[in-house]
DNA sequence: ATGGCCTTGGTACAAGGA
């Protein structure tokens, strides 16, 4: 079983890019965040002929979040249950056995801004949640664009970065936290290239010089630990025409 | 050259992203 996460920084544009990825790839599930459409913009007639069930939730313009997946998904849940949260960040679902959730994790913007208590209160809120689904689902996967960088070694420039957004002890204190409900990071499981992100920035040829963060996370729970096969950030989209700004990091499980 | 952005809404450019 192979399960994905990818923000497309608007599906309304990356769609094509989308349909070809998932047609080389193949996953099971794939989670997918900033789609920035509506409801009724979603576009789930092109993504079920090319064999996908979709389950979407979005708002105009930003956040936006859908969970694909080949067989039919149980137990929907669109956001944080118990959360007041007028942004569309969260969709968890059941595929084939295994508890699914994707998550566009806020970005903060700057340490003391309005923007980070926010993303600070949705994290409390997220862990408290999650207490509870790993309760009900011990097969857990949360995936999705975590805007937190959880070491100084997922920083391209961990000096100048230092105590940034993405990169504050707070932001990773959080982490640390979801890891303390028996998460694991599933690409921290295998021998990686140094100097591997998810994401780069659009400006300074960031790309072509390597220079990124690794933000976007697979984490799993100890039931399915020992079926995690594999873990890769896939960077051939990045190298598209209009690409995302962020990679499709996908995890295989046996069984 | 030692730096160079992208998307949305809306039609100029501000806001947000990370």
Not at 173 to 192: C, S, Y
């Amino acid at each position: 079983m192979k399960l994905a996460t990818w923000n497309v920084n608007s599906l309304g544009v990356r769609l094509p890019q989308l349909l070809d990825w998932l047609a080389a790839q193949q996953p099971d599930v794939v989670v997918l965040q900033e789609t920035k459409l509506t409801d009724d913009k979603f576009p789930q007639a092109e993504i079920e002929a090319a064999g996908w069930r979709s389950q979407w939730f979005g708002q105009k313009t930003y956040n936006g979040v859908a969970l694909l997946s080949r067989t039919e998904a149980s137990d929907v849940v669109r956001n944080i249950p118990g959360f007041e949260d007028p942004q569309a960040r969260v969709i968890a679902a059941t595929v084939d056995g295994v508890r699914v959730v994707g998550a566009y994790f806020p970005n903060g913007q700057a340490p003391g801004s309005d923007k980070f208590a926010y993303k600070m209160a949705w994290l409390d809120a997220l862990r408290l949640w999650l207490r509870a689904e790993l309760a009900r689902h011990p097969r857990l996967v949360l995936m999705g664009d975590y805007n937190v960088a959880p070491e100084d070694r997922d920083v391209f420039d961990p000096v100048a970065l230092a105590g940034t957004i993405h990169c504050t002890d707070e932001e990773r204190a959080h982490f640390q936290g979801l890891l303390g409900l028996g998460l694991m990071d599933a690409f921290r499981l295998f021998e990686q290239a140094p100097r591997s992100w998810s994401w780069w920035d659009y400006r300074n040829l960031a790309f072509r010089k390597n220079q990124g963060l690794r933000i976007d996370h697979i984490l799993v729970s100890q039931a399915l630990q020992p079926a995690v096969t594999a873990c890769q950030v896939d960077k051939l989209p990045r190298k598209n025409e209009r690409p995302s700004d962020h990679a499709p990091v996908w995890v295989e499980l046996t069984g």
